[in-house]
């Protein structure tokens, strides 16, 4: 809305202008559309019988929240029956996240499992519900709550740990070695030797630390980083895709005429990528790095197919 003021002397005159009603022929435009009015709210029957209990009692005076006791803080809970299932469902908040979710997820497929259930089970039968109770649950029975205790924090196994670590390291050499199979890698890159398979290679759980400088165990995630790194290197830049290169269509074609994009500007993608790998020091953060990085290769893009369909496609023209 446009308004004008016209100042004269001892006088203030407003003046709003007329514009005239828009045409229905002409093209719409922001000025001349109007807004349309938002859907209504959807809700669900349980909902709106909590409305029209809130229309007749009024807005309720908020409750403060109980504190969840300490035996339910922890622990599995096992479900004995059907009416056990249907409290817990009666109790879960249609507002929440995971609750709401939680239910949906328990309605659609509690039919199903009561089936398959019924089928399986004989009447009387009760082989696959009951557990063997073991001199270990009867000293978990026995604690506060009849569930375990809460772990100590400095209370973990390093032969877990280094299984883990190990497996990170193996997965980058495999991605090593699939990169090399597919001819992607820059001239005179050759994938260097195993560690996980060197004989006399002695590891040692990232978390630990080196027991004097003449420890000879190696670090799993060390040695995978410096490798992840040293093979993104070894990468030719047509072969990565967003965010870690640049998109330069058709990869083929462009090793073919001999191009290559320009090396000098590196994508912000993977850059911090980079740093990202250099401050890393646990394997589930050289994970998520692997994983990204294979996600960027263009497979579909390698050279060695691209010359198996040029030799299949001469092949053809020779016999005709």
Not at 280 to 291: C, D, E, R, V
């Amino acid at each position: 809305v446009i308004v004008c003021f016209r100042c004269l002397e001892g006088s203030t005159e407003l003046r709003i202008p007329v514009f005239p009603p828009p045409s229905r022929l002409s093209s719409p435009s922001p000025a001349s559309s109007q807004c349309e009015s938002p859907a209504p709210l959807i809700l669900t029957p349980e909902e709106m019988v909590q409305l029209e209990q809130l229309k007749k009692t009024g807005p309720l005076e908020p409750a403060d929240p109980k504190p969840v006791p300490y035996e339910l803080q922890r622990g599995w809970w096992r479900i004995m029956d059907e009416d056990q299932v249907r409290t817990i469902l009666g109790n879960l908040h249609s507002r929440g996240v995971r609750e709401r979710e939680l239910k949906r997820v328990i309605n659609k497929y509690i039919d199903t499992s009561m089936d398959s259930s019924g089928k399986m089970c004989l009447p009387g039968d009760k082989t696959a519900t009951d557990l063997a109770i073991t001199p270990l649950d009867s000293k978990v029975s026995a604690l506060p709550g009849g569930a375990p205790l809460v772990d100590v924090p400095s209370d973990w196994l390093p032969e877990v740990a280094l299984r883990v670590d190990l497996a990170v390291l193996d997965q980058v050499e495999t991605l090593e070695d699939k990169v090399a199979n597919a001819s992607m890698q820059v001239k005179g890159w050759k994938v260097p030797q195993r560690a996980t398979t060197e004989e006399g290679a002695i590891f040692r759980p990232s978390c630990l630390p080196k027991e004097g400088e003449s420890d000879p165990r190696l670090d799993p995630v060390l040695l995978a980083k410096e490798r992840l790194m040293c093979l993104e290197a070894a990468i030719e830049r047509r072969y990565l895709k967003p965010p870690l290169g640049v998109s330069t269509g058709d990869v083929n074609l462009c090793g073919m005429s001999g191009e290559s994009p320009p090396s000098d500007e590196v994508p912000k993608g993977l850059v911090v990528w980079r740093e990202a790998v250099g401050r890393a020091h646990t394997s589930a953060q050289i994970a998520m790095a692997l994983y990204m990085l294979e996600a960027s290769i263009a497979w579909d893009k390698s050279i060695m197919k691209a010359v198996s369909s040029v030799s299949s496609a001469s092949g053809k023209g020779s016999s005709v």
